[in-house]
Antibody
């Protein structure tokens, strides 16, 4: 059974940094693209960052490019999101999700339960 | 960037009702469209991909249709578990979501 478990959320001041992690199990992690999606309180879903199986390709939404970095460790079945220079508008629940590998292009087929990030003075 | 627009934003319905949600893309996406269901306080769950293919384990009362720029999600007979928020997502060019449609109790 596919499991994705996020960790690392919390409260941080504006301008601060936070590192989120997602531990994956139940599938061959190195064969799948992975992504981070966030949801601000009471708002919709926004894809934040996406990383290819081997980490060579990474895609970011414009609002986080240059501040956030997505990375993965295939040996330890984990994907991370390093968030720097955080702003109030980055406050959200951050979900880790797996991209389906059935055929390109890929959609998101499994999601973790999310971790809450709050950016506040 | 491709923009996705859902309508309505909120839908009031009763158990047993037939419900339809519309999603429009700002440019052609073929059939690269997925639908997700999100219950309050929970993670989104994949319902449909490739515009009309039901994900394994999803009840057959859910169906999807459409192509190019216009898509619909239909629930043939609304059940108590179906009161939730639904999102469309295009994955033809990167990935963007619609703003969501909340299905609430009438």
């Amino acid at each position: 059974e596919v499991h994705l478990v996020e960790s690392g959320g919390g409260m941080v001041q504006p301008g601060g940094s936070l590192r989120l992690s997602c531990a994956a199990s139940g599938f061959t992690f190195s064969s799948y693209w992975m992504t981070w999606v966030r949801q601000a309180p009471g708002k919709g879903l926004e894809r934040v960052a996406t990383i290819k199986q081997d980490g060579t390709d990474k895609y970011y939404v414009d609002s986080v490019r240059g501040r956030f970095t997505v990375s993965r460790d295939n040996a330890n079945n984990s994907v991370c999101l390093q968030m720097n220079t955080l702003r109030a508008e980055d406050s959200a629940v951050y979900y880790c999700a797996r991209l389906s590998s059935r055929s390109w292009p890929y959609y998101f087929d499994f999601w973790g339960q999310g971790t809450l990030v709050t950016v506040s003075p | 960037d491709i923009q996705m627009t859902q309508s309505p934003s909120t839908l009031s319905a009763s158990v047993g009702d037939r419900v339809t949600i519309t999603c429009r893309a700002s440019q052609t996406i073929g059939t690269s469209l997925a639908w997700y269901q999100q219950e309050p306080g929970k993670a989104p769950k994949l319902l449909i991909y490739k515009a009309s293919t039901l994900e394994s384990g999803v009840p057959s009362r859910f169906s999807g249709s459409g192509s190019v720029t216009e898509f619909t999600l239909t629930i043939s007979s609304l059940q108590p578990d179906d009161f939730a928020t639904y999102y469309c997502q295009q994955y033809n060019s990167y990935w963007t979501f619609g703003q969501g449609t909340k299905v609430e109790v009438k």
